[in-house]
């Protein structure tokens, strides 16, 4: 099946323009989503049996893979996203305001590196789009799978009002989020970097975790996991008063990381400006994952992502001791069993530790 993918709908999608056929895959996710009987079969095919469930931050994960944030921005197909094996999704970045994104074209495939440049620039349809969403979908604790919320800035707030712009998008949010993304790392939005440093990330940490907990005082519940996710292009210093902020305040955890804007080497061909994620990525990413796992002793649990596209590469990054990875451009390269088909593998691979 995977090679079916591969060889033949690969060479029809990839002739559509890239976002087109990004469109055409989430319409598609969409309408199968209304057929709950045909998900249930999709559910019961892409099955992993015997897979290692994960405990973390209080959530239970049937299994460590998910669905990298990107992918559905306003949670319009998570139902059938979550028939094809994944173990958790994450949905966004969704930002306060709806915006339309950067101009067209903003998304570029370079099979030759199996990577793709992105400069979305956070389009989507706004967190009170993304609640009315949320209110028809299964409640967080009933959930075959969980879902995370990836929140961002919008871009028309400056920098300097971006603390109450993230803190409306978490209130809206909070009771359908099983935990929360705090995305500050992505290059498409100007300015939106600069909040993983300097003064802006523990007062922007230091509100959300001060809502946080008056939202589940109020509700009688344990306080909603939140992780930062963080960019590739840190030094390690950066790295460093990046995890001690997060100590400090509290949160339950890092992803690592989003796309970089380096472009090194046999990557200088790529002349498109934007995040460039997939294999190029990886290397990178595992290092980053590595670095932080060594330096917080492993006491900071770790989402990686990044150039995420086999058993291979999965076992590398969980290796470098990350506990739930996730990925996006290998599901554009590989097709729509990678989650399922990395799930099996890590079955085979925890197997054999015992
Ligand atoms: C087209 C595209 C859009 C993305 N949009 C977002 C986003 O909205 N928010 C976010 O946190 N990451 C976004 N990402 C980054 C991915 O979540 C992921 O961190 C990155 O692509 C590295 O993983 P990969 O190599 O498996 O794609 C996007 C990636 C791509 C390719």
């Given at each position: 099946m995977p090679q079916l993918y591969t060889s033949l709908l690969r060479k029809l999608l990839f002739a559509q323009e890239a976002e087109k056929m990004h469109e055409y895959a989430l319409i598609t996710l969409r309408l199968l989503g209304y057929f709950?009987?045909?998900?249930?079969?999709m559910e019961k095919f892409n099955q992993v049996h015997g897979a290692n469930p994960i405990k973390l931050f209080g959530i239970n994960f049937p299994n460590m893979v998910g669905l990298a944030a990107g992918f559905d921005k306003n949670?319009?197909?998570?139902?059938?996203?979550?028939?094809?094996?994944?173990?958790?999704?994450?949905?966004?970045?969704?930002?306060?305001?709806?915006?339309?994104g950067n101009v067209r074209p903003r998304l570029f495939r370079y099979p030759e590196h199996e990577a793709i440049v992105n400069r979305m620039g956070f389009n989507n349809e706004g967190a009170e789009a993304l609640v009315e969403k949320l209110t028809k979908y299964t409640p967080p604790g009933k959930r075959r799978i969980p879902v995370g919320i990836n929140i961002g800035k919008t871009k028309k707030v400056p920098i300097e009002e971006a603390v109450d712009d993230y803190t409306e998008s978490f209130n809206l949010l909070a009771d359908y989020a099983d935990y929360f993304a705090i995305?500050?790392?992505s290059p498409n939005t100007p300015d939106l970097r600069k909040l993983q440093t300097g003064s802006y990330l523990p007062q922007l940490l230091?509100?959300?975790?001060?809502?946080?907990?008056?939202?589940?005082?109020?509700?009688?519940?344990?306080?909603?996991?939140?992780?930062l996710k963080i960019a590739p292009d840190l030094t390690f210093r950066e790295i460093d008063n990046i995890v001690q902020t997060l100590i400090e305040n509290r949160l339950d955890g890092i992803i690592a990381t989003n796309t970089t804007i380096q472009r090194e080497g046999a990557l200088a061909n790529i002349t498109e400006t934007g995040?460039?994620?997939?294999?190029?990525?990886?290397?990178?990413?595992?290092?980053?994952?590595?670095?932080?796992?060594r330096s917080t002793e492993g006491k900071l649990?770790?989402?990686?992502?990044?150039?995420?596209?086999?058993?291979?590469?999965?076992?590398?990054?969980?290796d470098a001791g990350a506990s739930l990875i996730q990925f996006y451009t290998g599901m554009v390269y590989k097709?729509?069993?990678?989650a399922r088909n990395i799930a099996r593998s890590q079955v085979?691979?925890?197997s054999d530790w015992v």
């Open positions: 709950k009987p045909v998900c249930r079969v949670g319009e197909s998570m139902r059938s996203l979550g028939a094809l094996g994944f173990g958790h999704l994450e949905i966004g970045t969704v930002t306060r305001h709806k915006q339309p995305n500050v790392s230091g509100a959300l975790t001060k809502i946080n907990t008056e939202h589940a005082q109020k509700m009688g519940t344990a306080p909603i996991p939140i992780l995040g460039l994620s997939g294999t190029p990525l990886h290397a990178r990413s595992v290092e980053i994952i590595k670095y932080i796992y649990p770790i989402i990686g992502v990044g150039g995420i596209s086999d058993e291979v590469t999965a076992g590398r990054t969980i097709g729509p069993f990678l085979w691979r925890h």
